[in-house]
């Protein structure tokens, strides 16, 4: 689990919309519905344009500011660097970097041409600076060194920041690859040695689209005899993950605490999606150009929730979700990805709209598909709060059982998976109707010793088994739903007869049970 001041944290996070943070009072009631939502940290952007208004003039108020006030509020905070990059486009950079086309060059899309329109984005422009400009590299690192320098100054006993986004779903819209004068050049160059060598060494971790390219590629050459059909995006993928890297050093040489990257995901050729993102198939990209960068993380806002989760959990990387969608399945997956994944942290990104109904400039801006019924319902807030406020209680237990089998849990979006299995028993979480009649079931199992479990769940009827055939029976001897206030069990009602037999956890729900086998 992440760890602050040595003790374990689990970022019960949520984002706030883009312009929230550009002042105090816009940020007044979204302090307010953190604590409603039961909160223990908010991820807030910090901008180029509002730090840095003329060049070398930087001005920290806003971000004192919000750090005094997480503090008064009893939050932490993750803060989000919007650069030269916010969502492939550059708006965030201040006006001195904008206006001046010569010394902060922009991407070109295609030669000589360094804006896209997207159709299938309603006809939006997009341009963005040149990952290959240093003199760019140069004024976002020394803007973001100064950052985290006044962070250290200001927060290092404190900790109030958690960790810092480097970037906003980085990369170029429109095209594979920039295509001025010099990127053709260096696209014409051999792949760095130690780069090819490296992506040849890692091939057991890629997925298989870039596997396959790179097993099918030269050892060393030109980036299309190395990477074949994918030699765009990686040389794209590598220069902005380099670009990335000597802002995030230039930061940690101020500040050392936990720096990330977001992506925006892969959905469509590339172009279609920011190019030298950390796209999940370019994870050993950013492995290697980017070893500055703590963690890689997916902003998820598709069907595929699950799928994606697997893609970003690896040994080498924890999960963290740094934006998510607040429609109804945001409970469940919250709950799923500590269960599951053993998850850094989990956040929805807008929180400041949970529980409100959902319009078509929803479905556009946060990839919600507002035909479908449960992924356009919203989040129940009180739910959302009761998950948070007992995931927080269950927390140092949960660090215990962290990266172990004694940690487990279900969602109803995988019914494939729905059983526990521990040492003697196996919980299994019914989800399907006429079990229950809600659709976002979910079931997280977590064993205190061999026979006593906590169990969070909802949606989900219960059944206990054995897993020993030397014992296959089972009695439940305890059964309570309760709390742990202050990490101490209280018991707010002893469950049997009618209410053991079924074991349907309609609402959010805490059980510790205790069982019994025998034969
Ligand atoms: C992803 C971005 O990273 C966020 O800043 C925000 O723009 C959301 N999309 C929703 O539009």
């Known amino acids: ?44 952007p910090v901008t180029w344009e509002l730090l840095e208004p003329q060049e070398g003039a930087f001005t920290f108020e806003l971000v004192d500011g919000l750090i005094f006030e997480a503090r008064r509020q009893g939050l932490r905070l993750g803060l989000l660097w919007f650069g030269a990059w916010k969502n492939g486009q550059c708006t965030y950079a201040p006006a001195w970097v904008k206006t001046d086309l010569t010394r902060f060059r922009r ?8 804006k896209s329109i997207l159709e299938s984005f309603h006809g939006m422009e997009y341009s963005t600076l040149s990952c290959l400009c240093q003199e760019t590299q140069r004024a976002d690192s020394r803007a973001f060194a100064a950052l985290m320098a006044h962070l250290k100054a200001v927060d290092e006993g404190e900790r109030t920041v958690l960790y810092v986004q480097v970037e906003n ?33 890692h091939t057991g971790t890629m997925g298989e689209e870039l596997r396959t390219a790179v097993e099918a590629g030269q050892a060393s050459g030109s980036w299309e005899a190395v990477f074949g059909p994918m030699a765009e995006e990686v040389f794209q993928s590598y220069y902005v993950a380099k670009y990335i890297d000597g802002v995030a050093a230039a ?20 172009g279609s999606y920011p190019t030298g993102g950390p796209v999940s198939k370019m994870m050993e990209v950013y492995k290697f150009a980017a070893p500055h960068i703590d963690v890689v993380c997916p902003d998820i806002y598709v069907r595929n929730f699950c799928e994606v989760c ?36 989990f956040s929805p ?34 739910e959302y709060a009761w998950y948070n406020r007992t995931l927080g209680q269950l927390t140092p237990l949960l660090a215990e059982a962290y990266g172990t089998q004694r940690l487990q849990a279900v969602i109803s979006e995988r019914p494939e998976e729905s059983v526990m299995r521990f040492e003697q028993f196996e919980l299994r979480a019914l989800m399907e109707p006429p079990m229950v009649t809600r659709q976002d079931g979910v079931c997280l199992a977590l064993a205190l010793g061999e026979d ?26 305890d059964a309570e739903e309760g709390e742990l206030a202050d990490g101490r069990w209280q018991v707010h009602r002893r469950l049997n007869g009618d209410e053991t037999a079924t074991l349907n956890l309609r609402t959010p729900t805490l059980l510790r049970l205790k069982l019994f086998a025998y034969c």
């Open 1 to 44: 689990m992440f760890q602050v001041h040595s003790r374990p944290f689990l970022m019960l996070a949520g984002e706030a919309h883009n312009s929230n943070s550009s002042t105090l009072r816009a940020m007044e009631p979204v302090w307010a519905k953190a604590k409603q939502l039961c909160l223990n940290t908010v991820l807030l």
């Open 107 to 114: 991407a070109e899309v295609k030669r000589g041409e360094n």
């Open 169 to 201: 779903e980085p990369g170029l819209m429109g095209a594979a690859r920039e295509h001025s004068q010099e990127a053709d050049q260096l696209f014409a160059q051999d792949v760095p040695a130690a780069f090819a060598r490296y992506m040849r060494d």
């Open 251 to 270: 930061g940690k040489a101020e500040y050392d605490i936990p720096l990330a990257v977001n992506a925006w995901l892969e959905q469509g050729p590339p």
């Open 310 to 345: 697997n893609q970003y959990s690896r040994p080498d990387n924890p999960l963290l979700i740094p934006e998510t969608a607040t429609h109804s399945h945001a409970g469940p997956r919250l709950v799923y990805t500590v269960g599951h994944y053993h998850a850094w942290g």
């Open 349 to 382: 990104f807008g929180f400041e709209d949970m529980g409100q109904p959902f319009g078509a400039s929803e479905g556009f801006l946060f990839g919600m598909d507002t035909s479908d019924p449960l992924l356009s319902t919203p989040q129940n807030v009180e």
């Open 452 to 477: 006593e479990f906590l169990v969070l769940g909802c949606g989900c009827m219960l059944r206990v088994g054995s897993t020993d055939p030397a014992k296959p029976h089972v009695d439940l001897l």
